[in-house]
């Protein structure tokens, strides 16, 4: 891997084009891009200049060129506080691959490596350096940088610091030390989910009150959003892959080791290359699966959450949720890990009511009352954006202030609106059998009531004599469970730990109850007319659009056999959509590459010959006669 500085070195003067300034020169012969996305320009030029920045973007968005080309521009050392080593490994890879000097200090590294590290930065060789916050508040690491010239800090995925977000770190807190012993060096906090909340709490934990917010749209046009009940988890999500992505890489979330390990082995018995990560798995195993995961072709990873920020892989073509996250901000987080090259990518979700009253429970499980709170809001807001009947992306944008007037047109409620159905009398006797069965009892037990079944545990307790018992035989014990779900997620039901998953009535049932209020509920599709209704929209082709299938599958195949040459992933030599661009353009000479986006000069001088002699066969081929 080049390590060497000496394209840093290049990049803030060439005489040869004095029309690019230094920040758009390194994201050209660096980064082998023409143009800044919108708002990376502003956040670069303000970092530049000493300034500090909060940034909020999207995943995929182009979150770390803002730090890496002011890292490149700027005189000194930049240091890059990331939480998870799979991430900082991958990233370091990823700026190697680019001819950046970079390099990362962790606990995965052999105690010599890491020695090495440290003589580079002595030497002032290392660009920007890669450490966990741990390493950082050494005390041995902070007499480091006392003796060098940094250049800035950067603080990546900055809402650990908040206690309200969904990925506290205690460790975040303490790096208000960098804005007290390093006064007058720059700091870029960068995330892709913080509410207000959790922007406040960011901008007060790390000092950044006078920091220039940078806030672009949280829009990804590429992913479309699906989220449908769970009737038989394992079935629907073996079907949607089948028949919409039997041939990519993804990931699923489950709750629980036992489930990722449960659901992992299921795909794998269905032919499926299925891998299970959570932080129970010894540490070489985690290691193999990460490292299968970022080079296998396709791959899916069955993961908790474990398996979250060290993800920088471009081309995970779906996300899938078999359990409820814990707030719009971790589903927004964990479904932005698909489509990070910007082609078409499915979030994919089942939910059902359990998942709501595990989370519930959870929740009131915990001891600071004020949190537990915050909690309960962020469960009511991801309940409403599971049972909504509007635009999906809609309700995710306007949950971080951001309004949009029309429909998406590629969500599942816009591309198949959902039947609703007056359900007020439905409501009013699930409502009334909860009441007349003393709110003791959970949601089977009450479908059987209402269905006049339960056998001898009904007649028991007596309550085959009640008025609700049999009421509702007519609907479905689905169709009951869809209306118990719904009641719990618009807030007229309840479930608390200390009754065992029972279900008890809120104020707000008293007029429902009364005959006050009317209430409309969505129609839950079979598992049939899902399927048929589903449609193939997500499914990506073996090539894309206008590509040829045998020139696509002939490039991919020399991609990896570079990757495998150079012991990298297949995405660190060119990204799907460099490749696509590369399967259009087909150049014949190295000037030409240079025209697609994602080639820079470091990568041209490694894979520039190999891709153009490639394509001069190619042609040479399609010239020749047939027989």
């Given at each position: 891997?080049?390590?060497?500085?000496?394209?840093?070195?290049?990049?803030?003067?060439?005489?040869?084009?004095?029309?690019?300034?230094?920040a758009?020169?390194?994201?050209?012969?660096?980064?082998?891009?023409?143009?800044?996305?919108?708002?990376?320009?502003?956040?670069?030029?303000?970092?530049?200049?000493?300034?500090?920045?909060?940034?909020?973007?999207?995943?995929?968005?182009?979150?770390?060129?803002?730090?890496?080309?002011?890292?490149?521009?700027?005189?000194?050392?930049?240091?890059?506080?990331?939480?998870?080593?799979?991430?900082?490994?991958?990233?370091?890879?990823?700026?190697?691959?680019?001819?950046?000097a970079?390099?990362?200090?962790?606990?995965?590294?052999?105690?010599?490596?890491?020695?090495?590290?440290?003589?580079?930065?002595?030497?002032?060789?290392?660009?920007?350096?890669?450490?966990?916050?741990?390493r950082?508040?050494?005390?041995?690491?902070?007499?480091?940088?006392?003796?060098?010239?940094?250049?800035?800090?950067?603080?990546?995925?900055?809402?650990?610091?908040?206690?309200?977000?969904?990925?506290?770190?205690?460790?975040?807190?303490?790096?208000?030390?960098?804005?007290?012993?390093?006064?007058?060096?720059?700091?870029?906090?960068?995330?892709?989910?913080?509410?207000?909340?959790?922007?406040?709490?960011?901008?007060?934990?790390?000092?950044?009150?006078?920091?220039?917010?940078?806030?672009?749209?949280?829009?990804?046009?590429?992913?479309?959003?699906?989220?449908?009940?769970?009737?038989?988890?394992?079935?629907?999500?073996?079907?949607?892959?089948?028949?919409?992505?039997?041939e990519?890489?993804?990931?699923?979330?489950?709750?629980?080791?036992?489930?990722?390990?449960?659901?992992?082995?299921?795909?794998?018995?269905?032919?499926?290359?299925?891998l299970?990560?959570?932080?129970?798995?010894?540490?070489?195993?985690?290691q193999?699966?990460?490292?299968?995961?970022?080079?296998?072709?396709?791959?899916?990873v069955?993961?908790?959450?474990?398996?979250?920020?060290?993800?920088?892989?471009?081309?995970?073509?779906f996300?899938?949720?078999?359990?409820?996250p814990?707030?719009?901000?971790?589903?927004?987080?964990?479904?932005?890990?698909?489509?990070?090259?910007?082609?078409?990518?499915?979030?994919?979700?089942?939910?059902?009511?359990?998942?709501?009253i595990?989370?519930?429970?959870?929740?009131?499980?915990?001891s600071?009352?004020?949190?537990?709170?915050?909690?309960?809001?962020?469960?009511?807001?991801?309940?409403?954006?599971?049972?909504?009947?509007?635009?999906?992306?809609?309700?995710?944008?306007?949950?971080?202030?951001?309004?949009?007037?029309?429909?998406?047109?590629?969500?599942d409620?816009?591309?198949?609106?959902?039947?609703?159905?007056?359900?007020?009398?439905?409501a009013?006797?699930?409502?009334?059998?909860?009441?007349?069965?003393?709110?003791?009892?959970?949601?089977?037990?009450?479908?059987?009531?209402?269905?006049?079944?339960?056998?001898?545990?009904?007649?028991r307790?007596?309550?085959?004599?009640?008025?609700?018992?049999?009421?509702?035989?007519?609907?479905?014990?689905?169709?009951?469970?869809?209306?118990?779900?719904?009641?719990?997620?618009?807030?007229?039901?309840?479930?608390?730990?200390?009754?065992?998953?029972?279900?008890?009535?809120?104020?707000?049932?008293?007029?429902?109850?009364?005959?006050?209020?009317?209430?409309?509920?969505r129609?839950?599709?079979?598992?049939?007319?899902?399927?048929?209704?589903?449609?193939?929209?997500?499914?990506?082709?073996?090539?894309?659009?206008?590509?040829?299938?045998?020139?696509?599958?002939?490039?991919?195949?020399?991609?990896?056999?570079?990757?495998?040459?150079?012991?990298?992933?297949?995405?660190?030599?060119?990204?799907?959509?460099?490749?696509?661009?590369?399967?259009?353009?087909?150049?014949?000479?190295?000037?030409?590459?240079?025209?697609v986006?994602?080639?820079?000069?470091?990568?041209?001088?490694?894979?520039?010959?190999?891709?153009?002699?490639?394509?001069?066969?190619?042609?040479?081929?399609?010239?020749?006669?047939?027989?």
């Amino acid at each position: 891997m080049i390590s060497s500085p000496l394209l840093i070195q290049r990049c803030p003067v060439n005489t040869e084009d004095a029309t690019l300034n230094p920040a758009s020169q390194v994201l050209r012969d660096v980064f082998g891009f023409d143009q800044f996305r919108p708002q990376q320009a502003d956040v670069i030029e303000h970092l530049i200049s000493g300034e500090d920045a909060l940034v909020l973007m999207p995943t995929g968005g182009g979150k770390s060129l803002c730090y890496q080309v002011p890292a490149l521009v700027r005189d000194g050392l930049a240091i890059v506080i990331s939480p998870l080593i799979a991430l900082m490994q991958d990233q370091v890879g990823n700026l190697r691959q680019h001819g950046v000097a970079a390099d990362c200090l962790n606990s995965a590294q052999t105690p010599e490596q890491n020695r090495d590290t440290l003589s580079r930065i002595e030497r002032g060789e290392t660009k920007l350096l890669y450490v966990a916050p741990e390493r950082l508040l050494m005390g041995s690491t902070l007499a480091l940088l006392d003796r060098v010239h940094l250049a800035l800090f950067a603080i990546d995925e900055c809402h650990c610091v908040s206690q309200w977000g969904h990925d506290f770190r205690p460790e975040y807190a303490q790096l208000s030390v960098l804005a007290q012993r390093y006064p007058n060096t720059p700091r870029i906090a960068l995330t892709a989910t913080a509410d207000q909340t959790t922007q406040r709490d960011i901008r007060n934990r790390l000092c950044l009150e006078n920091a220039r917010t940078f806030l672009t749209s949280f829009d990804r046009p590429n992913i479309r959003y699906r989220i449908e009940a769970r009737y038989k988890g394992v079935e629907q999500l073996a079907r949607f892959l089948k028949d919409e992505h039997a041939e990519d890489t993804g990931i699923v979330y489950c709750l629980s080791r036992k489930k990722v390990e449960d659901i992992a082995s299921k795909l794998a018995d269905r032919g499926f290359n299925a891998l299970p990560y959570h932080a129970g798995l010894a540490r070489e195993i985690r290691q193999r699966h990460l490292e299968r995961f970022l080079r296998d072709d396709p791959v899916i990873v069955v993961a908790t959450i474990a398996f979250g920020m060290g993800i920088d892989r471009p081309d995970v073509r779906f996300v899938a949720h078999l359990d409820l996250p814990r707030s719009i901000e971790a589903y927004y987080q964990e479904t932005g890990r698909a489509g990070r090259d910007g082609l078409p990518s499915t979030a994919w979700m089942v939910y059902g009511l359990q998942d709501a009253i595990t989370h519930r429970q959870m929740i009131d499980e915990g001891s600071d009352l004020g949190q537990q709170q915050v909690e309960r809001s962020k469960l009511e807001a991801l309940l409403g954006l599971c049972e909504s009947t509007a635009c999906r992306r809609h309700m995710l944008l306007s949950y971080f202030d951001e309004v949009r007037d029309t429909g998406c047109g590629n969500c599942d409620n816009c591309l198949n609106p959902p039947e609703t159905w007056d359900a007020t009398d439905a409501a009013r006797m699930a409502l009334s059998c909860v009441y007349r069965t003393e709110q003791r009892y959970g949601v089977n037990y009450l479908i059987d009531v209402l269905r006049g079944e339960g056998g001898d545990r009904v007649r028991r307790a007596g309550h085959d004599r009640l008025s609700t018992f049999g009421i509702g035989a007519d609907i479905t014990a689905n169709e009951w469970r869809a209306v118990f779900r719904q009641l719990v997620a618009l807030g007229f039901l309840r479930s608390e730990s200390s009754r065992m998953g029972a279900l008890m009535l809120n104020e707000s049932a008293r007029p429902l109850l009364r005959g006050e209020q009317r209430v409309q509920l969505r129609k839950d599709a079979t598992p049939s007319t899902s399927k048929r209704r589903a449609g193939r929209g997500g499914k990506r082709a073996a090539a894309p659009a206008d590509i040829d299938e045998s020139l696509w599958a002939r490039l991919r195949a020399l991609r990896m056999e570079l990757a495998t040459v150079e012991d990298v992933p297949a995405y660190m030599v060119f990204s799907d959509a460099t490749l696509t661009e590369l399967a259009a353009a087909q150049p014949t000479h190295l000037a030409e590459m240079l025209s697609v986006s994602g080639v820079g000069d470091a990568k041209l001088e490694r894979y520039g010959d190999a891709f153009v002699g490639f394509f001069v066969e190619y042609h040479r081929d399609q010239e020749m006669p047939a027989d």
